[in-house]
Structure formats: structure tokens, C-alpha cells
């Protein structure tokens, strides 16, 4: 192993392994991209590796930082960013399609390497994590472009997952090799009740949706009714032994995905009501029926995510969907989308494609986003309400880096 393996960060291996895929394999691939990144993250301190792929995980540094970290930081120029508009529409169709795209590099001072990991419905908060080399990597947050003080995330690899509109940031750490899940203010860091636990999306109420206990391997859908309360877990159906809740509205619905014993989850849905659905697996073009459906996040009565079927010779595919809650019904995208695939109250779609390239997709259209200094290879992780606004990060090799991940913001009219 090299110097430069030992070096870099999970997220950073992952990609890397991932990026040595082909562009056009000669079958269906068999990895996932999603769960992949999921469960790097979730087994990194176990060495483990979903697709079966060996891999020896870097010593987890212990989240750091705070104020007197960003204030240090607060050298570069703010990115401008314009004040968040109200939608006027909250219509589930396309409006127009996407113009006058820009892209610019978020401040970090004299850091480089950095992550965004989400964002806020407005656009003005966006969460992530930055690299100083000889110190520790912590968690940092933007508003309006600017670098904010915030009370550091306990624990390792601290990772905030989403934030609502008023600031509050959800998120996970690691204690030992276990999970915790944590809610920051501007002012503190509270550790959510329930022990062992996951938090994954938040809402302007301040409800929070997450998992209890070991994700993705029987782990216990959950909400927090608020950053105090204790845990409510979610029901489950019947025959179903686990799941995870991944993304919440505002009128409260939690899209996850629940799993039987020895199988893989698919797509759930807990309604305000009560109730809940499963989300039955989607027709592929062809007109085969997918395996399953993993959803990727949720606004306004529609998730977004990916069909998967799984072939008799182990291969495995993926399509790209938006399922419309009142009807029950699927709409294929254009294009397969890297996940996650975001969605805006307009209808536009923020995701990569094959080629890892940022896009948005409006109806049929799918409109490039700008690039970063010739940079190829993105991530992208929140997108406003509006569709005004998105953010990333660039997973390029450099000369210097392994991985090159600059954390970045489009804005478009």
C-alpha cells in the first residue's frame, strides 16, 4: 500500500475504485453507486467494502474545528449569492428550462480540499467538510457564501447530512464504530436520543428522519419530532424486518426503504396520516420490471431515485425515476442519473450522468451545468427549492492530489 492509499480519505477511495470502471461496460455493472458511497461510509472503520472489494480503511480523524477554525478562514471573498425567491409555482411540471448557469469555488481560506455534503431549501445554507493538511478535519458550514461559526460535531468522521431553512444541520459521527446522530444550532451540538442512530434529513419544522441501530443491515426507521424529543420508530410492514428512513417533506412524508430478511430494501413511504406504502418496482424501458426502487430524496409529493434489476447472471442496471406520491405512478428520466438525483418544486432534476458531468434536467431536456476550471468528475449533494441554486464538489486526479475535491456552487436563472 502507498503512501498516497494511506493518505486519502474513504470518500476519496471510493471514487477512485469506481472511477476505474469503463464508461460502457460489457455487461450490465454490478456495482452501486449509492449504496456503495453509503456503505463505504457506514463500514469504513470495519474495513469493509459493499461490492466485495478489499479495502483498508484509513484511521477515522476525529471531527475539530470551530470558531476560532473558520474564523481563520474567513480570508477569501464570499461567494455572491443572490437572496433565496419564493416559488411562484408550485407546480410538479417543468416551468422552463435552466439558464444562465454559473459555477464558483466556495471560500475555505487556505484550505483546499474540501467537501459539500448538503443544503437547505432556500439555497442559503449549505454544510460540508474541510481537509487542512497536519490538522484535523471538521465540519463547516455557509450561508450566503460566507463561512459560519458553528459548535464542532463530537466524534469522528462527523458529516452533516442535511439542514432546513432556519440553519438546523442533521447529521452523523462515529463513536468507536459506532454511530451517532447529532442536530447542530448556531449555538450547540446536541446528541440525539435513542443511542446508536443515523440522522439523514430534516425538515423547516424541525422533525428529523433517521435510522436507529446498525443501517442497512436491520437497522429501525426512525423521526425525532424535534431535536430534543425522543425517537419514534417508524411501522413497519408486515414481513419486514428493518430499514431506513432517508429523506422527509415538509408536510412530514419519510421516503426510505424497508427489507426482508437476507434481501436488500426497497422503497417506503410513512404518510403524515400514518399509513404507510410500498413503492412498487418500476417498468424499465424495455419493459422488464425492475427489482426493486431506492428513493434519493423527496419534494413536494414526488421522489426521486433509481429502479434496479437484477439480471440471472449476477449483472445488475439501473434507471433513473420520479414517482408522484398521489398517483402511485412512475415517470422515467432521460438519462440514468448518478445518485442522488434532487428534485426542485419546478420539476428540474440536479444529478451527474455516466460521465460524471453536473446536470439538471428539465422535462426531456438535460441542460450541462458549468465546469470548474476544466474539471471533469463531480458529485453534487443539495439543490434549492427553487432550482436556483446547487452545490458539489469535483472528484478529479491531479498531479498533486488523489483526489482533487473542491467544493462548489451553481447558480442558474
Known amino acids: 500500500m502507498t503512501q498516497e492509499y494511506r493518505d486519502m480519505t474513504e470518500e476519496d477511495r471510493i471514487v477512485r475504485i469506481l472511477r476505474q470502471l469503463p464508461d460502457e461496460p460489457p455487461a450490465p455493472s454490478t456495482v452501486d453507486v449509492a449504496r456503495t458511497m453509503v456503505e463505504g461510509r457506514r463500514r469504513r472503520r470495519a474495513r469493509r467494502w459493499s461490492a466485495g472489494v478489499g479495502l483498508a480503511a484509513v484511521t477515522a480523524i476525529a471531527a475539530g474545528g470551530g470558531t476560532a477554525a473558520v474564523s481563520a478562514m474567513r480570508e477569501t471573498a464570499p461567494v455572491p449569492v443572490p437572496a433565496a425567491t419564493p416559488v411562484a409555482s408550485r407546480s410538479s411540471e417543468p416551468v422552463k428550462t435552466p439558464t444562465g448557469c454559473r459555477v464558483a469555488l466556495l471560500p475555505t481560506g487556505d484550505i483546499t480540499k474540501a467537501l459539500v455534503t448538503s443544503g437547505d431549501p432556500t439555497g442559503r445554507y449549505l454544510a460540508g467538510r474541510v481537509y487542512p493538511p497536519g490538522r484535523k478535519v471538521h465540519t463547516v458550514l455557509w450561508k450566503d457564501g460566507v463561512l459560519q461559526p458553528r459548535p464542532a460535531m463530537p466524534g469522528a468522521d462527523a458529516s452533516f447530512e442535511d439542514i432546513n431553512s432556519a440553519g438546523l444541520a442533521v447529521g452523523t459521527s462515529f463513536d468507536g464504530d459506532r454511530q451517532q446522530a447529532y442536530a447542530s444550532t448556531a449555538e450547540t451540538t446536541t446528541r440525539l436520543k435513542g443511542g446508536r442512530a443515523v440522522a439523514a434529513a430534516v425538515n423547516d419544522k424541525g422533525v428529523i428522519a433517521g435510522t436507529l441501530g446498525e443501517p442497512h443491515f436491520g437497522g429501525v426507521p426512525t423521526r425525532w419530532p424535534s431535536l430534543t424529543a425522543a425517537p419514534v420508530k417508524l411501522p413497519l410492514p408486515a414481513g419486514f424486518i428493518g430499514g431506513d428512513a432517508g429523506a422527509i417533506a415538509e408536510d412530514g412524508t419519510i421516503a426510505g426503504t424497508v427489507q426482508r430478511t437476507g434481501k436488500e430494501g426497497t422503497g417506503y413511504l410513512w404518510l403524515p396520516d400514518g399509513s404507510g406504502r410500498l413503492m412498487p418496482p418500476p417498468t424499465f424501458k424495455d419493459g422488464s420490471k425492475a427489482t426493486h426502487f431506492w428513493p434519493e430524496s423527496i419534494i413536494d409529493g414526488v421522489v426521486l431515485g433509481r429502479g434496479i434489476r437484477d439480471g440471472g447472471d449476477g449483472s ?27 428534485g426542485a418544486a419546478n420539476g428540474w432534476v440536479l444529478g451527474t450522468t455516466n460521465g460524471y458531468a453536473p446536470v439538471v434536467v428539465s422535462g426531456e431536456e438535460v441542460v450541462q451545468l458549468p465546469k470548474y476550471k476544466g474539471m471533469t468528475e463531480y458529485v453534487v449533494s443539495a439543490f434549492s427549492a427553487d432550482g436556483k441554486s446547487g452545490a458539489g464538489y469535483t472528484t478529479d486526479t491531479t498531479d498533486a492530489e488523489p483526489v482533487a475535491n473542491r467544493p462548489l456552487r451553481w447558480t442558474c436563472s
Do not use: H, V
Request: no cysteine.
Open 316 to 342: 445488475r442496471s439501473f434507471e433513473s425515476f420520479r414517482y408522484r406520491i398521489a398517483t402511485g405512478k412512475y415517470e422515467r428520466l432521460p438519462i440514468e442519473l448518478f445518485p442522488p438525483a434532487i
